[in-house]
Nanobody, 124 residues
C-alpha cells in the first residue's frame, strides 16, 4: 500500500488550501483514509477520516468547522479542504490508511500505512 500527499504550501491566515492523498495497493474498498497533522514540538493529532466503502466521515471536534474530507474525482484519491486557516494550523499533514473492521477512528496506532507528509505553513 502506498500513499502520496500533495497540495501543501504557504498561505496567509484566512486563506484556504486543499490537500490530496492518492492511495494505491488495497485490493478491497473496505478501508479508511485519515488525515493527521503534527506541528513542531507537538504530538500527532487526528484531523478527519473517511470510509472508502460508504463515504462516511469522522472529524476531530476542533476540525469540523473549517476542514472537510471528501473523495476526490479520481477513485483512489481523498481530499482535505482547509478553510479559514490560522497560523496554529501550521504543521506537517500526513495521510494514513488501513483496513476498516469497525467504526471510524482517529487514533494513529489504528493506521498501518502512512504517506511522507506535506508541509502546510500559515503566515500571520
Amino acid at each position: 500500500v502506498q500513499l502520496v500527499e500533495s497540495g501543501g504550501g504557504l498561505v496567509q491566515a484566512g486563506g484556504s488550501l486543499r490537500l490530496s492523498c492518492a492511495v494505491s495497493g488495497f485490493t478491497t474498498d473496505n478501508y479508511a483514509i485519515a488525515w493527521f497533522r503534527q506541528a513542531p514540538g507537538k504530538e500527532r493529532e487526528g484531523v478527519a477520516c473517511i470510509s472508502r466503502r460508504d463515504g462516511s466521515t469522522y472529524y476531530a471536534d476542533s476540525m469540523k468547522d473549517r476542514f472537510t474530507i471528501s473523495s476526490g474525482y479520481a477513485w483512489n484519491t481523498v481530499l482535505l479542504q482547509m478553510n479559514s486557516l490560522k497560523p496554529e494550523d501550521t504543521a506537517v499533514y500526513y495521510c494514513a490508511a488501513d483496513h476498516l473492521f469497525g467504526p471510524l477512528e482517529l487514533r494513529a496506532p489504528e493506521y498501518d500505512y502512512w504517506g511522507q507528509g506535506t508541509q502546510v505553513t500559515v503566515s500571520s
